[in-house]
């Protein structure tokens, strides 16, 4: 029980001072503009990877068609602004008609 405790101290502490760090050395450090640059794009590109994997992806096999179909219907309606309620509705009515009518 004491191990656990400490672990959870020490876990919290280390969480704190990582999250503490940005902004304590934001002032001291300054990054190239071209490593500023390819940070914001890095962002970008892992967010893409994240959608595209769990899109595609039902644990380590590829899911259906009726997932992606969802997606790019709710990316083409969040492209043309569409409200985020219209968005999610759209995306999941989708795939789900797309599942009634039995598409793999």
Do not use: C, N, Q
Request: hydrophobic share 60%.
């Amino acid at each position: 029980m004491t191990t656990l405790v400490a672990a959870v101290l020490v876990l919290g502490v280390g969480t704190f001072a990582f999250r503490y760090a940005g902004p304590a050395l934001r002032e001291r450090m300054t990054l190239p503009p071209r490593v500023e640059r390819l940070l914001g794009m890095s962002t970008i590109v892992l967010l893409a990877a994240l959608v595209a994997t769990s899109t595609m992806l039902d644990g380590r096999e590829f899911d259906s068609v009726a997932r992606p179909a969802g997606v790019v219907v709710g990316a083409v309606l969040a492209w043309r602004r569409a409200p985020f309620v219209v968005v999610v509705l759209a995306a999941a009515g989708t795939a789900a008609v797309l599942r009634l009518l039995g598409v793999p």
